[in-house]
């Protein structure tokens, strides 16, 4: 039987595939903005708007991946290196996919050279390296730390967020506990459902696990990927298709038309960054209920949908309400979610996680505020509307995610 370390080689990167639909080179520096064209997401979310508040700054996002190159443009004085702890650090800054290095980019890439702009410029970056498929030879297969250890060494560490765009069909105890252990010190976690929609539709982890927010891909119209997994452990949408990414490990282009929930777990952490950093004292779980109160959906908000769960992410109808109550500090907002345990369990359309009925595109969409109202012109563009059919529309527009254990 593989270990877990071994398997999640051969299931974790399919997703690297996933994220490059049109090698298409667009070389940072070649033609002004043109990297920056691609993202049509910052638009959508208003990004400029939200970097007058916040731009992620003093946030830290602990980012478990293939390894991150800090020396790309985007990640010059991003990429806190030497603040990942000695047992747990091999390899960390070598990239041999350019995935985890583009899942860093979207979070906390700085935007110079016309290289990548992150949804949070200010934040930083701490990059883990884990033995996904990309690795060289059975030797750093060894040398590479296990998802537990690193899930734990990163609960010790001042980073609030912890980013794991990948995914495994299996289950293990040691990353159920790490996981655990990281929720207890504060830790906000998030992890791609998955590119398998249109195949298996599998649950994956760690995002099927308890205290992990579970992140699906949608595209510019509002619409959830066709490759999106769903299922009940789906919490978020975010953009995550038709998205700029690192072509490979060359570093020379950016492929454009990449797509996946790797890619929307890394814009619902920096959009977690961002609001972190616009209240630094509130905690873990008041900066996850604002993402979810603020939500684009027009569904009820207590009946999350199997594809978008409680809605596309709106960051922006945070940070603009200065007086904004997150509700108390140390209620779960998944509570119910997560009092299910392990989500493992094929996908329900029953009780409090079936997904809504479906509705038209045109359909309007819920106020953050209290989930029933219409949304007016100055909310996201991102109005959820459920669906039980594969697809799921938003009208206006959505964002996508990259998820993967095979990197999402």
């Known amino acids: 039987m593989l270990s877990a370390s071994r398997r999640r080689v051969t299931a974790v990167c399919a997703a690297l595939g996933a994220l490059m639909a049109l090698p298409v080179g667009l070389a940072p520096g070649a033609a002004a903005d043109d990297v920056q064209l ?38 010059k004085g991003q ?36 290289s990548i702009r992150g949804i949070a410029p200010g934040a930083k970056v701490v990059p883990y390296r884990i033995a996904l498929r990309g690795l060289k030879g059975k030797s750093e297969m060894a040398k590479a730390p296990s998802i537990a250890a690193v899930i734990k060494a990163v609960a010790d560490s001042d980073a609030k ?34 590119n398998d929609a249109e195949t298996t539709n599998a649950n994956l982890y760690p995002a099927s696990y308890p205290y992990v927010v579970g992140v699906s891909a949608a595209d510019k119209t509002g619409t959830v990927g066709k490759f999106s997994t769903h299922g009940r452990y789906v919490d978020l949408a975010a953009p995550g298709v038709d998205v700029p990414l690192w072509c490979d490990a060359t570093f ?18 920096a959009s977690a960054a961002l609001i972190w950093s616009a209240h630094p004292k509130w905690t873990a779980d008041q900066v996850l209920r604002a993402l979810i109160d603020t939500a684009g959906r027009d569904w009820p908000k207590d009946t999350p949908s199997n594809y978008l769960g409680y809605g596309l992410i709106r960051p922006r109808k945070v940070l603009e309400k200065t007086d904004y109550n997150p509700g108390p500090a140390h209620a ?21 996680f079936s997904a809504p009925p479906a509705k038209s595109a045109s359909g309007g969409g819920t106020s953050a505020a209290d989930g029933t109202s219409k949304s007016s012109d100055d909310t996201l563009p991102w109005v959820a509307v459920g669906t039980v059919a594969a697809l799921v529309v938003i009208g206006g527009a959505a964002f996508a995610v990259i998820r993967s254990r095979r990197r999402a």
């Open 252 to 269: 020379h282009s950016y492929c454009s038309h990449g797509k996946g929930t790797s890619a929307a777990t890394a814009v619902a952490s």
């Open 79 to 114: 990429v806190l290196a030497d603040e990942v702890p000695k047992p747990v650090a091999y390899g960390a800054t070598k990239d041999y996919t350019g995935h985890g290095t583009s899942i860093a980019e979207l979070i906390a890439g700085t935007g110079a050279g016309g």
């Open 332 to 352: 779960d907002p998944l509570a119910k979610e997560n009092s299910v345990g392990d989500a493992g369990a094929a996908p329900s359309a029953s009780a409090s």
């Open 161 to 194: 967020i912890i980013n794991m765009s990948f995914g495994d069909d299996v289950s293990y105890d040691q990353e159920a506990e790490a996981v655990k252990y990281a929720a207890s010190k504060g830790k906000l976690m998030f992890a791609g459902s998955g």
């Open 38 to 75: 691609q993202q049509w997401y910052l638009s959508a979310m208003k990004a400029d708007q939200m970097w007058e508040t916040s731009t992620g700054k003093g946030v830290k996002v602990a980012v478990i991946d293939t390894g991150v190159n800090s020396a790309t443009p985007a990640l």
